[in-house]
């Protein structure tokens, strides 16, 4: 079990993590998704150890990182697919994680298997790797030792459609054999596609978390006006989230609060109904818009 408790980070005056607790509990794949520069990175690399915390703690199994004895037979870290050597083949990389951790060189075969990297592929330098087969390397080191817990930060990130069903496969087996999983990623389908669980990180903070199913679940509102930027201006005066999506505009306000303040700035509606969904969804959108928002300011402030 991986447990965060009040963690946070501050570089300056910018908190990258603010007070976030959660729990990854095993047996399930537990999903961390949110928007570029959320934070994601920031606090995997405090739970393994690499980042010290500005306050709060991160234990796997009850114990911090750095206090495991042997961790990559108890954690298995995937930060960045291209922290390898590129100068060294698939097999290299592999074959000298087994050596560190004292295991036989037929684990090796084993993972290179497992992952789907031909021996041929073994073979080429990791330099020549597209971003995809980095990624499942990077997930053949992590699992080398057999550990019981797996952090991979997008791991997802390069796979084809097909590689992400593979993963959510190998990931489901091994959350089914008891193990804990956690991934990041900031594309909500993705993680959709993978996780049991989710958490929901923007600016350093927890937004949402809980089963899959039970935040899917929460309902939102698809609304549509002919003049949709009305529609968002009369929505935001009464105080409701509203993000354009490529058609409507998603909220995770009721249809009834919605339909209230659409009225009362006289936006005449074309579509207004409850959507499973809408509420996560409208959530990561809105969180997504905000940063774009940033972006966009801070490069008209630069203009
Ligand atoms: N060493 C550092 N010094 C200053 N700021 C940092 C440092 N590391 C991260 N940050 C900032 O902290 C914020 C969170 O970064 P982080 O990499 O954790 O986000 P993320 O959710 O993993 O994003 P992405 O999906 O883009 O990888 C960003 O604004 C980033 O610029």
């Not at 959507?275 to 996560?280: F, P, V």
Request: charged letters at 20%; hydrophobic letters at 40%; glycine letters at 12%.
């Amino acid at each position: 079990m991986i447990e965060v408790k009040n963690l946070s980070k501050s570089y300056g005056d910018f908190r990258a993590v603010d007070d976030v607790s959660f729990v990854c509990q095993p047996g399930r794949v537990t999903g961390f998704l949110g928007p570029n520069g959320a934070g994601k990175s920031t606090a995997m690399r405090m739970i393994t150890g690499l980042t010290r915390p500005s306050s709060g703690t991160a234990t796997i199994g009850g114990v911090n990182y750095a206090d495991i004895p042997n961790p990559a037979s108890q954690v298995g870290v995937l930060l960045d697919a291209s922290a390898q050597h590129g100068g060294r083949t698939g097999r290299e990389v592999l074959t000298i994680g087994a050596q560190t951790m004292g295991l036989p060189s037929a684990r090796v075969d084993e993972m290179l298997a497992l992952v789907g990297l031909t021996p041929k592929e073994a073979k080429r330098r990791v330099r020549n790797y597209s971003l995809g087969m980095r990624q499942r390397l990077g997930i053949a080191h992590a699992l080398l030792g057999d550990p019981r817990v797996l952090i991979l930060d997008e791991p997802a990130n390069g796979l084809d459609p097909a590689g992400i069903h593979w993963m959510r496969q190998l990931l489901r087996e091994y959350a089914n054999r008891g193990g804990t999983v956690m991934l990041s990623s900031h594309l909500l389908h993705e993680i959709q596609i993978i996780a049991d669980d989710l958490i929901l990180i923007g600016h350093g903070r927890i937004v949402s978390m809980g089963t899959k199913d039970d935040l899917l679940r929460t309902t939102g509102s698809r609304v549509r006006a002919r003049d949709n930027a009305a529609l968002i201006r009369a929505m935001q005066a009464a105080g409701l989230e509203a993000v354009q999506t490529s058609d409507a505009v998603t909220s995770p306000a009721t249809p009834e609060e919605v339909g209230l303040a659409a009225a009362a700035a006289g936006v005449p509606l074309l579509e207004l109904r409850e959507a499973d969904g809408a509420g996560l969804e409208a959530k990561f959108l809105q969180l997504t818009a905000d940063d774009q928002r940033d972006v966009i300011a801070a490069e008209g402030a630069l203009a």
